[in-house]
Each structure stands twice: as C-alpha cells, then as structure tokens.
C-alpha cells in the first residue's frame, strides 16, 4: 500500500483481485498552493449579510461561502466566465476540493455574481483588509492612491454626447421660435389672444401643443411656402418625440459628457492603449485604488475620466467601508487641486501630493526667464506682486470664480504701473496695456505646503516609494490577469467584478508572501 500523492493499493482475498481506491484530494494539493489560502481567508470573514439575502425554503440550493470561495478562486486563476467556472468545478481538482465537489451550473454562478454580492462583497473586501492588516501585510495608515480607466463591456460606437443633445434641443428651440414668429405674421387675428411663449427648455407637451396649432393655422393658407407646410409637418411628428428623448438622455446623463447606449453608466474616456499612447475614446470606468506594500487597501469605481474630482467620494467611501482614515497619503500630479489640499487638511491626513509643474520645478533652468504669474514674488505687508522688472504691482480688484464642482476660488487682481519703456516688456507679457495677473493667494499657499512636504526627507521617500506601489498592481492586473474589459454591464455589477479582482489579487499575493 502507498500513500501520498499515489493511488492506494489493496488487495481482495477472497477473490484474489488487487482494487485501485482513487486519490483523496486534499492530498494532491500543496500546503501552501494559494487555494489554500482563499478557503482559510474566506473562512474566516462573516458572511451573515450575504446569507441574509437568500429567503429559505424551496429547493435545497448551494452555500453562498462555497460559490464566494469559487468566484474569488477564478479571478486569482484569470477565469472570469461563468460557463468555464462551471467547467472548472468538474475538472480541476482546487476547484473541485474547494467546492467540495459540488458542480453548480453557470446560471447558478452567474446569478449569485450579478444578484447576491451586490451590497454586501465591500464589507466581504474589508474584512479581508483588515485580516491582511492585522497579519503584518499591509498597513491602513499609509497608502498611495492613483487610478486607472478600463474598458467598459459596451459597443464603442453607441455613444450619446451631452453637447450634441444640447446642440439638438437649441436647433429645435430656435426652429420652433421662427416657425411661431412666421405664423404671427401669417395669422395675426388668430394669434393676438395668444400668451407669449418661452421656447427655452419647452416641454414635450407644450412643443406638441405649439406645433398643432401652426400646422391649423397654415395649413389652409395658400400663400404659405411648401417648404414650410413640410416643416410643420415634420415637426409635428418628430419634435415632441425627440424633445421627450432628449429629456431622458439628460436624466442618464447625470451632468456627464457622454454615455453608453449599451451600458449608460459607462462613460467615453480617452485610453492609452498601446506603447505609443495614442488614446482612443471608449466607454470606460474610472478605477479609483489606495494600496499599501501593494495590496489593495481599497477601490472605488466614477465616472469622471478626471483623477482631481475622484478623491473626496474615494476618501468617503474609504472611511465608511473600512471605519479609519489613512494619516498618510501619497498620490501623483492628477490629484494636486485646492479643493484636494483643503480635504486632506480638513481631515488631518499628511499629504505627499504633487501639483502641476513641481517635477519641472526641479530643473535649475526652469526658472530662467519664467515671467508667469505664480513665479512672481508677492510682498504681503504691502499687498503688492513684484513684476520681474523689480516694480511693485497694485491691487486693482478682488473677484470669486466657481469651479464645475461648485467650489468658490477667491482671486486677487494686481497690476503694473507702467510698462511702457521695460526692457523685459516682450518675454513678459504681449498685451498693448500694462500688465495684469491674477493670483489665488489660498492656492499659492497650499502649493508651498505640498512643496515643503515633497521636498523633506519623509516626502522624497514616500515619492520613491509610489512609483512601485500603485503602477505593480495596475500592470498586474491589466497584463498579468489580462483584465482590460469588464465583462458585466452596469455601475453595480461592475463594482462586483473590481471587488472580486481586487480580493484575488490580495489573497494571490498574500499566498505568495506567506500566509
């Protein structure tokens, strides 16, 4: 008789023939493969909200902690289709020993996918978090932020703008308005009881109403133009319709650029595809992640293809899926804005982020001849900008500016005596007048902070460190686990693929660094 990783042998004596008894999977597997690592973390999280979700009664179905353990083994292994999962669980002997042999069908794995893990696979990712914090791998007080677009599971020429509806609807309103002028001059008679009408954002029901009473004003009239009557015509059967549409694209829209028609959550951004870079737009999703010892600490999913407007939903949801904050944070250009470095300043987190021009700062000739208006020395006890002539620059005026986010900026105009005769007049400025700049005194300020914080010692390594922090685990799972598409649609579903990548890509690492 053998034992190990070979069939064991006995024989029958009574009637002398030798039985072959199959292998016991648990042991063909190695103890430290990482599908160990998966059912003993999966194991040990809490699972009560998901069971929560299943009614009871009927059939007799299968454990959710058994189809989660086989979700999250497929992601580690790059096997993302529910059929080949189901494939999986009667071939593979980890998928198998981590089913316990049970083989759900891929209608099984996909609804529990799609339906199951909805709200509750975040607080499933936090648990394991935390578990990974409190084995050493990874601290929650530290972490480096960046984002990444992938591509959305939606046909890249079913595209919506909002310009062109803003175009369309302007068109038609404008169209409507001459039409109605035209019959005022046709029809005064008719039309001299009439209140005036706001052709602005008109309704659906009021453009139908407009239109049906043109077309019963002109359409007896002689002296009206054919072409005309075939406007009218055409308006009455198509503006009130296309209005009503337009109004729906809008509500999807949600104050976005674009949309997809096949997946409306998803968002045309601007990939960088190839070594060359040349970006092509696509539908995507803006992946949002904070890692630390490159584990991901935590995820989260926009619309906005724009890093700067992605931090404060980030740092929320981080604070409310995982109860702490980070008391450090480090993250690249994209990030650097007031509205970012007031956030972090409000929530006492130390940040390491850069703004725009800090690397080219670095350059000892990026300051020869640089006349711009952030570069000029400002005075505060005299409340003057000194022109690069060495000539004090009066305050003329001070004005607030809004952000598209809402955000007020307050501004601060200064401007030069005279310039007429300077030697420096043409590097200067090219405007016929003296010149004048406008400064963001609270802006200028948050720089030098983030400046002073790069440039010590702290900030130089925590600038060393981000380049193989965050960029590892983007080409880990964009080359290495070949997840560059999603393959659900929809915000919610999608969230559910990023959090299941997200886990495989933690457990696999910590298999790799020991359990």
């Known amino acids: 008789m053998k034992k190990g990783n070979q ?52 059939t007799s179905s299968y454990h959710p902690r058994m189809l989660l353990k086989v979700l999250v083994y497929g992601y580690l292994c790059n096997v993302y289709s529910s059929r080949k999962l189901e494939s ?47 084995a050493g791998h990874l601290s929650l007080k530290e972490v480096y932020t960046d984002g990444t677009k992938i591509e959305a599971n939606a046909n890249r020429y079913s595209f919506v703008w909002g ?57 007896d009239k002689e002296e009206v133009p054919q072409k005309i009557k075939q406007k009218v015509n055409y308006a009455k059967q198509r503006w009130a319709g296309k209005r009503k549409e337009y109004a729906e694209q809008e509500k999807i829209l949600k104050g976005r650029n674009s949309y997809s028609k096949t997946d409306p959550d998803a968002t045309f951004m601007r990939l960088k595809e190839d070594h060359m870079k040349n ?74 982020i850069k703004y725009n021009y800090f690397d080219k700062e670095q350059s000892k000739h990026f300051f020869k001849d640089n006349y711009r208006s952030e570069y000029l020395k400002y005075d505060a006890e005299t409340d003057t900008v000194i022109c690069p002539s060495g000539k004090p620059m009066r305050k003329t005026k001070e004005y607030t500016r809004k952000t598209p986010d809402g955000m007020t900026q307050h501004y601060t105009s200064y401007q030069a005596e005279s310039c007429e005769g300077c030697e420096l007049r043409q590097k200067c400025h090219q405007s016929k007048n003296n010149r004048t700049v406008d400064l963001n005194h609270t802006l200028r300020h948050l720089k030098q902070q983030a400046k002073t914080n790069l440039l010590s010692e702290t900030g130089v390594y925590h600038r060393k460190k981000r380049c193989y922090e965050v960029e590892p685990v983007f080409a880990n799972i964009k080359h290495n686990k070949n997840f560059r598409r999603f393959n659900l649609r929809g915000q919610n579903k999608v969230e559910i693929e990023t959090g299941l990548i997200a886990l495989a890509h933690n457990l696999k690492k910590a298999a790799t660094k020991g359990n």
Not at 99 to 118: A, C, V, W, Y
Not at 283 to 299: E, G, K, M
Not at 307 to 325: C, I, N, W, Y
Request: charged share 25%.
């Open 279 to 352: 970006g092509q737009l696509k539908p995507a999703y803006n992946l949002q992640i904070s890692t630390s010892n490159q584990f991901i600490v935590h995820y989260t999913l926009h619309h906005n293809p724009a890093d700067t407007k992605t931090l404060a939903p980030h740092l929320r949801s981080f604070e409310q899926h995982l109860k702490t904050k980070p008391d450090v944070m480090t993250a690249d250009a994209g990030y650097g804005s007031e509205e970012n470095y007031q956030l972090l300043a409000k929530a006492k987190i130390n940040p390491f």
């Open 163 to 219: 310009k062109s509806i803003k175009y369309h609807q302007g068109k038609m309103e404008e169209q409507l308005k001459e039409l109605w002028e035209y019959t005022q001059s046709i029809a005064k008679e008719e039309l001299k009881d009439t209140a005036p009408i706001d052709f602005k954002a008109i309704s659906p029901e009021k453009i139908a109403e407009t239109v049906n009473t043109i077309h019963a004003l002109l359409k």
């Open 88 to 134: 999986c669980t009667k071939e593979n002997i980890h998928f198998m020993w981590l089913s316990g042999m049970q083989q759900p069908d891929h209608n099984t794995i996909n609804r529990f996918r799609s339906e199951r893990l909805k709200d509750v696979l975040k607080n499933i990712f936090a648990q394991t978090v935390h578990l990974l914090s409190k």
């Open 7 to 58: 069939k064991v042998v006995f024989k029958d004596y009574i009637s002398n023939q030798v039985l072959l008894l199959p292998p016991n999977l648990e042991e063909l597997i190695e103890a430290n493969h990482p599908v160990r690592v998966v059912n003993k973390v999966i194991d040990s999280i809490n699972i009560d909200a998901l069971i929560a979700g299943y009614s009871g009664g009927g």
